[in-house]
């Protein structure tokens, strides 16, 4: 592990103050992403400001008719609670989806949320990129898997942000101007080398997910082994049934893109029964807004139908469940 100073602030605003006094300084929580990055090499910071001890960021709490989950609530403690298993089943089982239970004791929602892109040309040691070059992202002068992109490729794998993006859920961000509130489908960029629409002092401190009644929500996710990998492709759906024919539905992907991706074109289903017509719609729309590319041990064929086909069972299963 390289050498870097330490610092701990105890108040949200504490530990802006010192990202805008150390522009080069990360954020860590869980340190589940983050630590193991810094070992490779990969990344590289002179201080680390460390959020244990800022408390105000741990809550799970309703308010009116949104739930406000902080930043700093684990995904252990995420996947336990038993009022976002009721009103937000795709929240809960996404955040009991990540890595294995050790991982989730620590790692943390905000964490989660901005889980640093991946790509099997990046997260290698150093002695392996270096062989190979290395790449856009770190050291490198191009993308090694698009080698025409003047962009990198790198996917973004959180799994708690596509179940947030099909819920409609925003989040809070603390700069030194003070707090933004946006939808969480903002907060991403599609380049892997800068993912995240965050300002250099900004913190992601809440997320405020509506509690609206009748939907029927669900994640699931393709994965090289049952538990620890990362998505392959992982889906997450949020619909509701009005008798015999769509009022809503919502998908999100992650894994096959640099942001986790909300797919368009799904209102053209509204009033519609779920019939084959309507499942190629979906099927296509899927096609239309993924960009999987070979950041994975699986090529981008495997991972765009595998998108499609856990859109269609997802879907079929909350339809059945909402009849």
Known sequence: MPNFVLLRPETAADAVRLRAAH???????????????????????????ELAAVRELD??????????????????????????????????????????PTHRASATLGGNLCLDTRCR??????????????????DGDGCRVAPRSTRCHAAFSGDVAPALIALDARVDI??????????????????????LALGSE????????PLTAGWQSAYAKARVRGAIDFPLS??????????????????????????????????????????AAAHDIIALAIKRDILAMDTTVAGMAYRRRATAVLAKRLVDRLWQEAG
């Open 121 to 138: 040309y990046y997260n290698q040691s150093a002695f392996w990129r270096e062989a190979n070059q290395f790449c856009m992202k770190l």
């Open 59 to 100: 809550f799970i709490r309703r308010s009116g008719d949104e739930l406000h989950i902080g930043a700093a609530c684990t995904l252990a403690a995420l996947a336990a609670d038993p009022q976002v298993a009721a009103a937000l089943p795709a929240l809960s089982e996404a955040a009991r989806a990540v890595a294995g």
């Open 23 to 49: 522009p080069d300084s990360r954020f860590v929580a869980g340190g589940t992403d983050l630590l193991p990055n810094m070992r490779r090499g990969l990344v590289r910071t002179p201080a680390v400001i």
């Open 234 to 275: 992982g889906v997450a759906v949020a619909l509701r049934r009005d008798g015999e024919h769509l009022a809503i539905l919502r998908i999100a992907c992650t894994g096959v893109a640099s942001r986790p991706c909300a797919i368009g074109g799904l209102d053209i289903l509204v009033g519609r029964p779920l019939d």
């Open 174 to 195: 603390l700069g030194t101007g003070g707090v933004r509130t946006l939808p969480l489908a903002e907060l991403y960029r599609d380049d892997g080398m800068a993912w």
């Open 202 to 209: 900004e913190l992601l401190t809440a997320v405020r997910v």
